[in-house]
């Protein structure tokens, strides 16, 4: 169990914060972390209100992870770079087809919900861009891509 201890030493109180366990039959100290005294202690925890809230937030990155890794191995992004040179504004053709390829892997997805999706998952961690993720942005890119140009890639 772990407790809180006052050792005096010279006259003077300092805090500890200990952990007791069974050892052999008898219960000893296995752990100990000094935290100063009372002063230290309440000068910390008004120095602690001032510092800023950190949020953390997790993503899955396992299914994006090989699913980029299969990308670059088949050299995707290279591929439709040949056939569709194009660039619009941002992203080319091949990082509009390769996420959304890796978003639908999450499930269901149209293009206008695009952007809400991105903005929760793994690629935003990753990439940047100036632009929205807007439908017709897809629009815009996806007309590099026809039927001939796909049989290409």
Known sequence: MVFLEK???????????????????VVR????EYLGTAEKIRECVKQSK???HI??????????????AVSDELNFIDIVNRHTNKKIEGLTADEYLLLNII?????????????????????STLWKF???????NFLNHY???????????
């Open 103 to 123: 978003g639908r892997d999450d499930g269901a997805l149209s293009e206008n919900s695009m952007q809400t999706w991105f903005n929760k998952s793994t690629p």
């Open 50 to 52: 001032d510092l800023p």
């Open 29 to 32: 100290r296995t752990w100990q």
């Open 130 to 136: 100036p632009h929205q993720l807007s439908c017709q």
């Open 143 to 153: 007309k590099y891509v026809d039927q001939e140009t796909s049989r290409k890639i």
């Open 55 to 68: 949020k953390l937030k997790s993503f899955q990155y396992g299914k994006t992870a090989a699913l980029l």
């Open 7 to 25: 050792k005096k030493k010279k006259g003077r109180i300092y805090w500890y914060v200990t952990e007791r366990k069974m050892v052999n039959g």
